[in-house]
């Protein structure tokens, strides 16, 4: 089955179109929220199309502006980019009803909203956008438009503390943004291309230790953005602040981009062979550190973005083993996470609404008061333990078999590298413990005590939600989705893992990749001259190519509204 | 007229500016205040434009389709994606500089700040210490004469609509939950800001002991 190529520009372009659209209708806010729940359920549609396209007939393939693959831009869904697509959709449509039901109960927020719509659908566009993209300025221009969105978003309704919550975050979010140019003008600088196909075909003709620095400088930028222990301080001190949609888009989205952007430069770009005992330890770090530190924690979101952090881990340390299974682990844990992070921070958002505090002591046995609530925070945490039959079982389970096997192999210092991966295992097992003892304790402080009035937080992280005591039916039909979306899924977990068994071998082969996205141009996708053809321009692209720069106006305009 | 072709050199100077631009940029990133940040940005995006210029190779000539044998060209991908960088540095140089405006306003200064729970989880624990006799880790720094209130109390002084301070008698017999009790009552938010000054500091068991705990105010910046 094949589908037209517009079909996997429509994520991209839909909701920046809409985003335009709302500012035109900024006095019309009724307006605003139905094209931008019409928009984003219409991505939902065409995610799953492509999906199902990619699965059944391989990639959907769109080169813009009709430029051939070397020169212009390439937007490639394959099974791993529309699944995450998908995914990503579902969990920003049920994000965004929550956000509409919260606006319609609280008129404060609908001074903002003509913001809030094009801000949100700009993040989605830009989501779309990194996942899509086969070229790696154009993985830049797609972070840019998500971090742009996500700031403004973040900053909305400034109160002293999200100013400084803010400051923090745009400054981190920057460096690593201008560190990512730096890497895209030394790649460009080794091997004369940025297509993502053209730096597969040429980057395995580098020099072995040229090939490891800028390996390891893309880990870095996109360790950032994906709160890689050590380079995940920003992380707990930006996202908690922010009015819980906003947290839970940006929690479910940002971060799982940059680890999709990991997974997918260190496969076709920078492939490994075997076990990269970096990436292992930086995973066990992430694993624990994370874990320890929401243990500390007293704020729900704050141990909610701890737990974030820590479960980083899991998805790296299934990169780290570059082998089918543990690849396929990646997949659905990326898919797990997606879903249940953003269903906690909404379960959040309703007890912050409820209580008037997101200081869990501070409630008082919310269990019988709001039953509901209590309910819809308890099934995505201990899904996120990884209690059977939840989605974190089956996503823990797919890693841990994957530890299992590459615990098993053998090979010259084999040793080594099994006695690390037996390490890596153990660290997730007890991160899981500790995911359930710290989800325990907050589900026993906050809700299962004997029931008395919640005492407001005279200094709350989230000063504007508070003292409302309101939740209104859309917020807690979205948040009631989105748990049933995750109890949906270990009801596929055979189909799931059947397709993220195929997507990790197609990451593992990327001469697939480079035939998909060179389908219709007979012969090889850059000069290949590596090394030696560098600074060389001669030799490189000589057309007039003006897609980046108009696509980088496009991020300009449509980024900061 | 022109060098001949793969005669590529880098030319010393731009290597020496970029070089120059990359340290200062760092440099002043790594300061407080937010405006020196700021500058400290443009200038590593103005390093990052340049350097972008000079992966280009040799300059040659526009490359306009038409006008010149293709090889006299110079790369114009490079230059396109500078121009893309340049564009969204000058986007977020002005986001910058509106939140620096912002923060201004309401918090009387720029400057980018150690995160406040940070402090109280801080806190806390010197507080579990001083109940406990001795320190779990060594502080080289203890005690924190105003690390812990700073924060807080300037952001209170500052703000619009403060809440008042919830009545807590029996809050602790209160706290008591099914957690267990020394962690749960120790919160930092026992004492401190939030309440009476005399009370963090007279009735509040476990806030008397430790250092800077029952200081009413702090520094108001």
């Known amino acids: ?561 | 007229m022109t060098p001949p072709p793969n005669h590529a050199v880098l030319n010393l100077t731009s290597v020496v500016v970029v070089a120059g631009l990359y340290s200062a940029g760092t440099f002043l990133l790594l300061q407080r205040g937010l405006l020196r940040i700021l500058v400290g940005i443009v200038l590593l995006g103005h390093a990052t434009n340049l350097l972008l210029l000079l992966v280009g190779g040799r300059s040659g000539r526009p490359a306009m389709s038409g006008s010149v044998p293709p090889d006299q060209m110079s790369d114009p991908l490079p230059q396109g994606m500078a121009l893309t960088s340049i564009v969204i540095t000058f986007a977020l140089t002005t986001f910058l500089l509106t939140l620096a405006y912002r923060a201004w306003t309401l918090l009387g200064n720029t400057e980018v700040r150690d995160d406040v729970e940070d402090h109280r989880i801080t806190a806390l624990e010197e507080r579990l210490e001083a109940q406990a006799g001795f320190h779990f880790f060594p502080h080289p720094s203890l005690p924190h004469p105003h690390a812990p209130r700073l924060h807080r109390a300037d952001r209170d002084g500052h703000r619009p609509h403060q809440q008042p301070a919830p009545d807590n008698a029996g809050r602790d017999a209160d706290d008591a939950g099914p957690d267990n009790a020394g962690a749960d009552n120790a919160g930092p938010d026992n004492a401190g800001a939030d309440e009476p000054a005399s009370d963090g500091a007279g009735t509040d068991e476990s806030g008397s002991g430790s250092s800077g705990d029952g200081r009413p105010g702090g520094d108001q910046g």
């Open chain 1, 1 to 561: 089955m094949t589908v037209p190529a517009a079909l996997a520009v429509l994520p991209v372009v839909g909701p920046m179109l809409a985003a335009g659209g709302t500012l035109l209708l900024r006095f019309h806010v009724r307006a605003q929220r139905v094209l931008a729940l019409a928009v984003v359920a219409a991505v939902v549609a065409d995610a799953a199309v492509l999906l199902a396209a990619a699965d059944s007939g391989g990639p959907t393939v769109a080169h813009l502006g009709g430029w051939p693959p070397p020169i212009g831009i390439t937007l490639v869904a394959d099974r791993l980019a529309a699944l995450l697509l998908l995914t990503s959709a579902v969990v920003t449509l049920a994000v965004l009803g929550y956000a509409v039901g919260q606006g319609v109960v609280d008129e404060r927020t609908g001074g903002n909203s003509m913001i809030f719509h094009a801000c949100y659908l700009t993040l989605v566009a830009g989501v779309a956008l990194a996942y899509l993209t086969a070229d790696l300025f154009n993985l830049f221009v797609a972070f840019e438009i998500m971090l742009v969105s996500s700031y403004v978003l973040i900053t909305l309704d400034t109160t002293a503390q999200r100013v400084q919550a803010g400051m923090t975050y745009v400054i981190v979010s920057l460096t690593s943004s201008l560190l990512f140019l730096t890497v895209l003008a030394m790649v460009y600088a080794a091997t004369g291309t940025v297509s993502l196909a053209g730096l597969a075909a040429t980057v395995p003709g580098l020099p072995p230790a040229l090939r490891a620095a800028l390996g390891l400088l893309v880990l870095v930028v996109f360790g950032i953005k994906a709160a890689v222990v050590p380079l995940h301080f920003w992380l707990p001190d930006s996202y908690p602040t922010a009015p819980a949609p906003i947290t839970a888009v940006l929690a479910a989205l940002l971060t799982k981009v940059g680890v999709y952007a990991i997974v997918r430069t260190h496969t076709l770009v920078f492939p490994h062979d075997g076990t990269w005992p970096l990436l292992l330890c930086a995973a066990v770090a992430t694993l624990l550190v994370g874990a320890l530190g929401a243990l500390a924690q007293e704020d729900l979101n704050r141990v909610l973005s701890f737990l974030l952090v820590s479960h980083i881990g899991f998805m790296l340390f299934g990169l780290s083993l570059f082998t089918v299974v543990g690849l396929a682990g990646v997949i659905l844990y990326m898919v797990h996470h997606i879903v249940v992070q953003a269903t906690l921070f909404l379960a959040s958002g309703l007890v912050t609404r409820y209580a008037g505090t997101s200081l869990p002591r501070r409630t008082g046995g919310l269990a019988t008061v709001v039953p509901v609530v209590a309910a819809l925070f308890a099934v995505p945490a201990l899904s996120l333990s990884g209690v059977p039959p939840l989605s974190g079982f089956v996503a823990k389970l797919a890693l841990l078999q994957a530890g299992s096997q590459a615990g098993a192999a053998s090979g010259p210092d084999a040793g080594a590298y099994r006695a690390g991966v037996y390490v890596a295992v153990a660290a997730m097992l007890v991160t899981s413990l500790l995911t359930l003892y710290v989800m325990a304790r907050v589900w026993v402080i906050a809700f299962w005590r004997r029931p008395r009035p919640a005492r407001p937080d005279p200094d709350p992280e989230d000063s504007l939600e508070v003292g409302t005591a309101t939740m209104s039916r859309p917020m807690v039909a979205a948040t009631t989705g989105l748990v049933a979306a995750g109890l949906v899924f270990p009801g596929l977990a055979g189909p799931l893992s059947g397709l993220a068994t195929r997507a990790a071998a197609d990451l593992l082969t990327p001469s697939a990749y480079e035939h998909a996205v060179l389908r219709d141009q007979p012969g090889r996708p850059t000069d290949g001259h590596g090394a030696a053809g560098r600074l060389a321009p001669s030799t490189r692209r000589t057309t007039g190519n003006s897609d980046p720069a108009g696509n980088g106006g496009t991020a300009g305009n449509g980024g900061t509204p």
